[in-house]
Nanobody, 113 residues
């Protein structure tokens, strides 16, 4: 059974950095693409970033230049380095097996102004 476990969230000040991690199990990690999404109460879950098998990446316009997604196939992990955080980055961040309905339980990120 596929499991995705996120960690690394927290409460920080605007301008600070956080690094989120997602450890995957129960699937062939190397042949899957992964993504990060985020959600705030009352709003739809939104795409943040994705990384493909060949390590091509894609980002939401709102995070381009500030966030970096990466993967470590040996560790079966996906990371999201978030720099210059803004209050509007606040939300629960979810790891996703891209194009599949597999999700972690999320990690809360709160950015104070």
């Amino acid at each position: 059974q596929v499991q995705l476990v996120e960690s690394g969230g927290g409460s920080v000040q605007a301008g600070d950095s956080l690094r989120l991690s997602c450890v995957a199990s129960g699937l062939l990690f190397d042949i899957n693409a992964f993504a990060w999404y985020r959600q705030v109460p009352g709003k739809k879950r939104e795409f943040v970033a994705s990384i493909r098998v060949n390590r091509d990446t894609d980002y939401a316009n709102s995070v381009k230049g500030r966030f970096t997604i990466s993967r470590d196939n040996d560790e079966k992990s996906v990371y999201l380095q978030m720099n210059r955080l803004k209050p509007e980055d606040t939300g629960v961040y979810y790891c996703n097996v891209y194009w599949h309905n597999y999700w972690g339980t999320g990690t809360q990120v709160t950015v104070f102004s």
